[in-house]
Structures are given as C-alpha cells and as structure tokens.
C-alpha cells in the first residue's frame, strides 16, 4: 500500500459550496502548509437521531456528488491523491459511534435492516461517485462502534460497494476499537481514528501493528489530530477538552506523533484532522485559534518536514 499522508478536507460542508471560489485557495493553502499530498472527501450524510432508521444524503447541509467531482478535479490538478470517506451525523448532536438497534426483534422497533438498507444506498451511491473520479480509496463508514459488531451487514454492504467501485476499500473504526473489529479481511486497509495521548503512542502504535498483522492488511490512521488547548496533548479526541488556548500543545502532540510513525513504517500513514474548505480563520487568527486546525500555526511545520521525510523515504523504497 502507498504511504497515504493527507488532510481531510470540507468536513460539513454544504451542497453546493463548490459554487463559490473560497475552497480553491483553501485546498491550495493546504497543500502549501502541510505538505501533504492526499485530500479526503468526508461526505456526512444525517438522520435524525441515533435511533433513526433513515440515513438522508439529498439535503443542503450534505455536500453534493458535484461537490465531489468538483473538489476531485481541483484536487488532480494540484497533483493530489483523493480518498472519499462516507460518514453519518445525528442532527441532534448525538455522535455518530452510538447508532445502534435492538440485535434481536422487537415488533414496533426500528430495527438494523432498515438502517443499513439506508445507510447503504447512500454509501453505494457515494461509491458510484468515487468510482466515476477514480478515487485512490473508498471508506465505507467511519467510527460506527455501536454497529461495528453486525460483521454480516457490513460484508454484505462493502460486497455492494465492490460491486460499483473498484479501488481499494477501508472502514474508519474509532480510536481503541482495533482489536473489536472482527470483519477486517473484508477490506483491503485497515484504518482508525488515532486520536492516541502524547504518552501512549508507542503502545498503541505496537497494538495496531498486531491487529494488521493478525489479519495480513495494511493500516494506517484516517484521521489524526490535537487542539491547540493545553493538555490536548493528553486528550486528542476531545475537542470539547476546555483547556486554555496553547500552540506548545498541539505542535508537541504533532511532532511526537510523526516521530512515532517514522518508528513504525509498517503503519502506512495519516490523515490530519482537519482543514476547513469555506471557514478558514485569517492568518492573523491562528496564534489565537484553539482547534484542530493546522493553518498558520507550528504544528503545520512540523508537517511540512513529516513530509519530505517520508517523500523521501517512499522514493529510496521505490528506487
């Protein structure tokens, strides 16, 4: 598998948000900044709750499947890699990770076929999509715990997939759940969100690399990052975390994040959580922004030197 080192790119953007120029330069900047040479598509579909049974992806605060072959033709024309990520939101602000259904039937209830005869139109169209710009990966989901035990769903649903896309397919399960994942030979990479403390890297760097190898895939993380808060270091998945506004944390994190992974090759690469196609805060806010964004601030140089070093490393491998 190629080293994927990329940045998810528009996550909640509205339809129609390729309509105006804003995103170009975003996209360019974040090329410049980061280096890197991957954009992930998150395409979020909603439902309403975490209990609802209809998976909505034709509404204006989903992006479009132009949207996609919109930012993919940009993406191509700066000599970039496109991976496209289906996810879900629940409107009520409900994570995602605690959709979940009665496993046995109970009359009057909403139940799993219903939910994944949604789900899965809506991802087999994205993947029609994907298939139509000739995307490098399709993801079928992404940190869905509470379904990641419905191992017969989910072979049936990436064999539909595979049936309209030909690219090489992963699933995004969330952070310490590697090990709970029993369908991963269904896939063709292994990925997580590796939102992992500055002080357990190794550890779990170690865990993954054992799950991959137990079931003979490539891994890498498809989404990585920190706040600039102090003491997001420690809680990088926590992006409500209240910490005080602090730079010196996110670049830490960074920094000893892509140390890690040049320790541990056979974990094939990340993706950075996040830049924003239509909201980038003016340079001149970055000392001041406390989110995950990497724009303007130290950690985007940490990135920057992560990437010639792993360009380079990838050509003496190929040569």
């Not at 995103?23 to 974040?30: A, D, E, N, Y």
């Not at 995004?172 to 994942?181: A, G, R, S, T």
């Amino acid at each position: 598998m190629r080293y994927l080192n990329g940045c998810t790119f528009g996550f909640m953007s509205r339809r129609g948000f390729t309509e105006r120029e804003e995103w170009k330069t975003s996209l360019r900047l974040m090329q410049q900044e980061t280096g890197c040479d991957t954009v992930v598509l998150p395409v979020a579909a909603l439902q309403d709750h975490a209990y609802s049974t209809k998976v909505d992806y034709d509404t204006p605060d989903v992006m479009s499947m132009d949207d996609v072959r919109a930012v993919a033709k940009e993406a191509r024309s700066l000599g970039l890699r496109v991976v496209v990520k289906a996810m879900v939101n629940c409107r009520d602000g409900y994570w995602r990770a605690y959709i979940r259904f009665f496993d046995s039937f109970v009359p009057t209830e909403p139940t799993w076929a219903e939910w994944f005869a949604s789900y899965g139109e809506f991802v087999v169209a994205l993947a029609r999509t994907a298939q139509e710009i000739r995307a490098e990966m399709f993801c079928v989901g992404c940190e869905m715990v509470g379904t990641d035990h419905r191992a017969e769903e989910w072979r049936a649903l990436i064999a539909d997939v595979r049936k309209v896309y030909t690219g090489p397919v992963t699933y995004n399960c969330d952070k310490f759940q590697e090990n709970n994942v029993t369908w991963w030979d269904a896939v063709d990479a292994i990925s997580s969100s590796g939102y992992y403390p500055i002080d357990r890297l190794d550890e779990h760097f170690t865990r993954i690399e054992q799950v991959a190898e137990k079931f003979d895939r490539p891994f890498f993380f498809m989404e990585s990052g920190c706040p600039s808060r102090r003491g997001s270091e420690y809680v990088p998945n926590n992006w409500r975390f209240g910490g005080e506004q602090c730079l010196d944390s996110q670049t830490q994190w960074y920094q000893a994040y892509v140390d890690a992974l040049l320790r541990h090759p056979k974990i094939r690469g990340s993706i950075w959580w996040d830049w924003s196609a239509m909201h980038l805060y003016p340079i001149e806010k970055a000392a001041t922004d406390s989110g995950y964004g990497l724009y303007g601030k130290p950690a985007a140089k940490v990135l920057r030197e992560y990437s010639q070093a792993v360009a380079g490393r990838e050509n003496r491998d190929e040569g």
